[in-house]
């Protein structure tokens, strides 16, 4: 099938979708719930290929943990659906109403965007996630995964579009694209004929290559450098824990922290927990001269018995550059800028973050508000890890990204966020004068 009948039949589906009563969609998102579950063994044999050549191929332990599934990812797969269905229904909700004095009595209702368009990277989970949100707003949906996922995602897909055929008779309300030629890529970016509005879902290079070449009106997700600061009010004990949570949890995700800002004054008293902390899980340091000096005097006394793991870490710290302040490492690395103010702090983030997900450690009102409303990203934390961005947590249900743009949508993207609205106007038969 060429990529203007993937197209065609999108738009085509996305017609009947509009007809669609709740009852429709959540039975039908039930009943898909339960294919992933049928087909468990099947979508876990194809992720085993899939890991077995990203292995091969040498990928990053962080991206191969992006590509793994498990029993457990499926059955979340499945109980997110669930929770989808449980959602309110946001179509056809009246934003609001009101009467023109020339007679007009106008609404503004909530609709669904039409024809949605996906590319990502990596995450087969994806795949089911993007669905359910798009479906359940209205929505048909076409899917670009990478070559990496292809296996675990074409059977995702199937179960996926056996569902909808037994319940509504639309299996095309959700296509997966399987070529990997780039020349059907560059194709799927000019369907806006067909595609109301396409999200990526990746790395930089795959944003910054559908940003620039798309005709379809892009959302964009933005990648994950997210901070933290500590600032010189922070209670130490309470915040090493936030740290080693941000950084270690999970490395390969876009709201894992990258990059650590300290308060000069508060340094070295951080660094003394935080080191032990970190060590057990080899987080590589890349600090500034401040921070070395700091661990050079620290490790002179009170590491000087340390445990290796420690001593490891000591001897491997590097020095940082601006390079490394701008990457989202997705790794057991740890970029770390000294600061001598609140100020200074909030002016290193907005300098080197990708508007997604910052957070200040502090107990000083002044240095939280400020950074509150100074810091330019779509989600800003206080004394919490950034790893709370998420559709979940958030109670939105499954997410399709993390917006870090500023138009239509930003931070979690969840149902609304798959919607546009309409204006219905009535009248007793006026004609305008």
Same mark, same amino acid.
């Given at each position: 099938?060429?990529?203007?009948?993937? *197209?065609?039949?999108?738009? &085509?589906?996305?017609?009947?979708?509009?007809?669609?009563?709740?009852?429709?969609?959540?039975?039908?998102?039930?009943?898909?719930?339960?294919?992933?579950?049928?087909?468990?063994?099947?979508?876990?044999?194809?992720? !085993?290929?899939?890991?077995?050549?990203?292995? +091969?191929?040498?990928?990053?332990?962080?991206?191969?943990? $992006?590509? $793994?599934?498990?029993?457990?990812?499926?059955?979340?797969?499945?109980?997110?659906?669930?929770?989808?269905?449980?959602?309110? &229904?946001?179509?056809?909700?009246?934003?609001?109403?009101?009467?023109?004095?020339?007679?007009?009595?106008?609404?503004?209702?909530?609709?669904?965007?039409?024809?949605?368009?996906?590319?990502?990277?990596?995450?087969?989970?994806?795949? +089911?996630?993007?669905?359910?949100?798009?479906?359940?707003?209205?929505?048909?949906?076409?899917?670009?995964?990478?070559?990496?996922?292809?296996?675990?995602?074409?059977?995702?897909?199937?179960?996926?579009?056996?569902?909808?055929? #037994?319940?509504?008779?639309?299996?095309?309300?959700?296509?997966?694209?399987?070529?990997?030629? $780039?020349?059907?890529?560059?194709?799927?970016?000019?369907?806006? $004929?067909?595609?109301?509005?396409?999200?990526?879902?990746?790395?930089?290079?795959?944003?910054?290559?559908?940003?620039?070449? %798309?005709?379809?009106?892009?959302?964009?997700?933005?990648?994950?450098?997210?901070?933290?600061?500590?600032?010189?009010?922070?209670?130490?004990?309470?915040?090493?824990?936030?740290?080693?949570?941000?950084?270690?949890?999970?490395?390969?995700?876009?709201?894992?922290?990258?990059?650590?800002?300290?308060?000069? %004054?508060?340094?070295?008293?951080?660094?003394?927990?935080?080191?032990?902390?970190?060590?057990?899980?080899?987080?590589?340091? #890349?600090?500034?001269?401040?921070?070395?000096?700091?661990?050079?005097?620290? %490790?002179?006394?009170?590491?000087? &018995?340390?445990?290796?793991?420690?001593?490891?870490?000591?001897?491997?710290?590097?020095?940082?550059?601006?390079?490394?302040?701008?990457?989202?490492?997705?790794?057991?690395?740890?970029?770390?800028?000294?600061?001598?103010?609140?100020?200074?702090?909030?002016?290193?983030?907005?300098?080197?973050?990708?508007?997604?997900?910052?957070?200040?450690? +502090?107990?000083?009102?002044?240095?939280?508000? #400020?950074?509150?409303?100074?810091?330019?990203?779509?989600?800003?934390?206080?004394?919490?890890?950034?790893?709370?961005? &998420?559709?979940?947590?958030?109670?939105?249900?499954?997410?399709?990204?993390? %917006?870090?743009?500023?138009?239509? +949508?930003?931070?979690?993207? *969840?149902?609304?966020?798959? !919607?546009?609205?309409?204006?219905?106007?009535?009248?007793?038969?006026?004609?305008?004068?």
């Amino acid at each position: 099938m060429n990529i203007y009948e993937i *197209g065609h039949r999108a738009k &085509d589906a996305s017609y009947l979708m509009q007809k669609l009563t709740s009852t429709d969609k959540n039975n039908t998102l039930e009943e898909a719930a339960v294919a992933l579950l049928n087909d468990c063994e099947r979508i876990l044999q194809a992720n !085993t290929r899939d890991i077995a050549a990203a292995t +091969a191929a040498g990928m990053h332990p962080g991206l191969i943990d $992006r590509l $793994r599934l498990s029993e457990e990812r499926v059955k979340s797969m499945a109980q997110g659906l669930r929770e989808i269905a449980l959602l309110p &229904d946001p179509i056809d909700e009246e934003l609001e109403s009101f009467e023109r004095p020339n007679g007009l009595r106008i609404k503004k209702i909530r609709v669904p965007l039409g024809v949605i368009g996906v590319i990502f990277e990596s995450r087969p989970n994806v795949t +089911a996630d993007a669905f359910g949100l798009c479906f359940k707003a209205g929505n048909a949906i076409v899917l670009k995964g990478g070559k990496d996922a292809l296996n675990s995602n074409k059977e995702i897909a199937h179960s996926l579009r056996s569902a909808l055929a #037994r319940t509504i008779n639309a299996p095309d309300a959700l296509q997966l694209i399987e070529s990997s030629d $780039r020349s059907f890529m560059n194709e799927f970016m000019r369907l806006n $004929r067909y595609i109301d509005v396409l999200i990526p879902r990746g790395g930089s290079g795959l944003i910054q290559a559908v940003i620039e070449n %798309s005709t379809i009106p892009v959302i964009e997700t933005g990648t994950g450098n997210c901070h933290i600061y500590v600032d010189e009010s922070a209670d130490v004990s309470k915040a090493v824990p936030i740290i080693v949570n941000a950084k270690t949890q999970r490395i390969g995700v876009c709201n894992a922290c990258e990059s650590l800002v300290v308060h000069d %004054s508060i340094l070295k008293e951080l660094m003394e927990k935080l080191v032990p902390a970190l060590a057990p899980f080899h987080v590589e340091l #890349r600090c500034d001269e401040a921070c070395v000096n700091a661990l050079a005097s620290l %490790s002179v006394g009170t590491f000087l &018995d340390a445990d290796e793991d420690i001593q490891k870490m000591l001897t491997g710290v590097v020095r940082v550059s601006d390079d490394d302040y701008a990457e989202e490492f997705l790794d057991y690395i740890l970029s770390v800028k000294t600061v001598n103010s609140v100020s200074q702090a909030i002016d290193h983030v907005n300098i080197y973050n990708t508007k997604h997900s910052d957070a200040i450690i +502090a107990e000083d009102k002044y240095a939280i508000d #400020r950074f509150k409303k100074e810091v330019d990203a779509a989600c800003v934390y206080v004394n919490t890890s950034t790893r709370f961005t &998420d559709g979940y947590e958030f109670g939105l249900g499954a997410e399709i990204g993390i %917006s870090t743009q500023k138009l239509h +949508a930003r931070g979690p993207m *969840g149902l609304r966020e798959m !919607t546009s609205y309409k204006y219905t106007v009535e009248s007793d038969y006026l004609a305008r004068p």
